[in-house]
């Protein structure tokens, strides 16, 4: 499966963007989809992740209660709403997938992710 994420940019702090990531072919329901994300100089970072089923979804610290993990099944598509963005927010971001169901704890491996996007640019100004 090849994943081709978009939507990155800049923006001002307290701002708003929306990633997409979609999917070259369709993966069984219980698949998962999610981002991860690197700043220069820093290790990957889990974002979040969700199954296509919806029974799991999972964020990282730094984002619950600012972004939005979504799906759309129809368009083999996934959404990553982001508010309330804060410099710290700045890095590339990447989609991943895999088309085994991960647990909860699992999907914050980058490991457990057989496909990668090439990554999309988020810049957070002060």
């Known amino acids: 499966v090849q994943l081709q994420a978009s939507g990155g940019g800049l923006v001002q702090a307290g701002g708003s963007l929306r990633l997409s990531c979609a999917a070259s072919?369709?993966?069984?329901?219980?698949?998962?989809m999610g981002w991860f994300r690197q700043a220069p100089g820093k290790e990957r970072e889990f974002v979040a992740a969700?199954?296509?089923?919806?029974?799991?979804?999972t964020y990282a610290e730094s984002v619950k209660g600012r972004f939005t993990i979504s799906r759309d099944r129809a368009k083999n598509t996934m959404y990553l709403q982001m508010n309330s963005l804060k410099p710290e927010d700045t890095a590339v971001y990447h989609c991943?997938?895999?088309?085994?169901?991960?647990?909860?704890?699992?999907?914050?491996?980058?490991?457990?992710?057989?496909?990668w996007g090439q990554g999309t640019q988020v810049t957070v100004s002060s």
């Open positions: 991943v997938e895999t088309s085994g169901g991960l647990t909860l704890s699992t999907m914050r491996n980058p490991s457990a992710y057989e496909s």
């Open positions: 072919a369709r993966t069984g329901s219980s698949g998962v």
């Open positions: 969700a199954s296509w089923n919806g029974a799991k979804t």
